[in-house]
């Protein structure tokens, strides 16, 4: 019987060292993850200020344009037909290339801004999951 409850002992004590090894690697795996949660909300916030910035430009690009479209109505009462066709080409093409690029910016700046919330999200999904393995451990070990 003696034998028995040491043997008993012997099996809990080897459990509870593979249970504090879980532990360990759990707590390992946390800080892994929340290293990782901050890095992303790091590039979020980054994101976040670039998208601010690419609309702080957007606006200031429509702003240009209504003052270009002021002026070549001011010049179009100045200038020959043919001239005006001239200016007109030369304007549009600049003008909507500028546009495109800062709408091409601010569409890959939104993706990605999308892809690093989702990335977040199923990062903080696992860190529930190891808060949840964490408690179960502690309660076996009490």
């Known amino acids: ?27 390992s795996e946390k800080e892994n993850l929340q290293g990782e949660i ?25 702003l240009l344009e209504s003052q270009l479209e002021k002026l070549q109505d001011k010049l179009q009462s100045r200038v020959s037909s043919e001239e005006r066709q001239d200016i007109n080409n030369s ?19 939104r993706a990605e801004n999308i892809s690093l919330k989702d990335e977040l999200q199923v990062l903080k999904a696992e860190l529930g999951n190891i808060r949840e393995t964490y408690q179960r451990v502690q309660m076996l070990e009490e």
């Open 38 to 62: 901050n890095v992303l909300e790091m590039k979020l916030a980054e994101t976040d200020a670039r998208l601010r910035v690419a609309a702080e430009e957007k606006i200031h690009v429509e």
């Open 91 to 109: 304007v549009s093409s600049s003008q909507s290339d500028t546009v495109n690029s800062f709408s091409q910016d601010l569409d890959s700046l």
């Open 1 to 27: 019987m003696i034998r028995n409850a040491e043997k008993n002992i012997h099996l809990l004590n080897q459990a509870r060292v593979r249970a504090l090894e879980d532990l360990e690697k759990i707590l």
